[in-house]
């Protein structure tokens, strides 16, 4: 899962989706296919679902916060609701 406006920039597919790949932190070389996302309805809500399409991509759910030098990357371990955003995120 992403934000849904990750795709808005294309390049987008025949059928509207955007392939999305994988660069593991730090490196500057290794993309791999992770798959493709649908055109999100952005008028419902800024996500996007990213359909795996290649096992021999693994990918942790994580938020880089590299502006933070003690904890450079949040994992996310589950969904918690919040009062005050709309967002539903619980990260560790």
């Not at 994988?22 to 309805?41: D, E």
């Amino acid at each position: 899962m992403t934000a849904g406006h990750c795709s808005k920039n294309g390049p987008f597919n025949p059928d509207g989706s955007v392939d999305f790949y994988h660069l593991p932190w730090g490196s500057t070389v290794g993309y791999r296919l992770i798959g493709q996302m649908a055109p999100p309805n952005m008028s419902v809500v800024d996500r996007g679902f990213i359909s795996k399409q290649n096992n021999n991509t693994a990918v942790i759910p994580s938020v880089r916060n590299t502006d933070d030098t003690e904890n450079p990357e949040l994992h996310i371990i589950g969904p918690v609701d919040l009062d005050t955003l709309p967002q539903s995120t619980c990260v560790k």
